[in-house]
């Protein structure tokens, strides 16, 4: 079983940009599709994107395309959420991942294996 661990989130102002991370300690994170969620107070958790275990197939929430980009490195058993135009609509807290993969379009349910969340808070 893997369990994904996020790094540091932050406070950043309106426009900025912000990387998450996620490792893994257990087994490694190449044999696992992996995803990112958030949820923000008072709000359900939602998708925000996913990367296929190869890395070859990403899917985004239409919140964020063209703003957020995920990624993997493989050898670093790690997964990156780049986050770029940040507003304060992206404020919440952020979770990784990981699952067997997904059908058509990803959601939580296809994902089994969470880590404890890491804060991201944007001011305008």
């Known amino acids: 079983q893997v369990q994904p661990v996020e790094g540091a989130g932050g406070l950043v102002q309106a426009g900025g940009s912000l990387r998450l991370s996620c490792a893994a300690s257990g087994r490694a994170l190449s044999s696992y599709a992996m995803g990112w969620f958030r949820q923000a107070p008072g709000k359900e958790r939602e998708f925000v994107a996913a990367?296929?275990?190869?890395?070859?197939?990403?899917y985004y929430a239409d919140s964020v395309k063209g703003r957020f980009t995920i990624s993997r490195d493989n050898a670093k058993n790690t997964v990156y959420l780049q986050m770029n135009g940040l507003n304060p609509d992206d404020t919440a807290a952020y979770y990784c991942?990981?699952?067997?993969?997904?059908?058509?379009?990803?959601?939580?349910?296809?994902?089994?294996?969470w880590g404890q969340g890491t804060q991201v808070t944007v001011s305008s």
């Open positions: 990367i296929s275990r190869s890395g070859g197939l990403k």
């Open positions: 991942a990981a699952g067997a993969g997904w059908a058509s379009q990803p959601t939580s349910a296809d994902f089994d294996s």
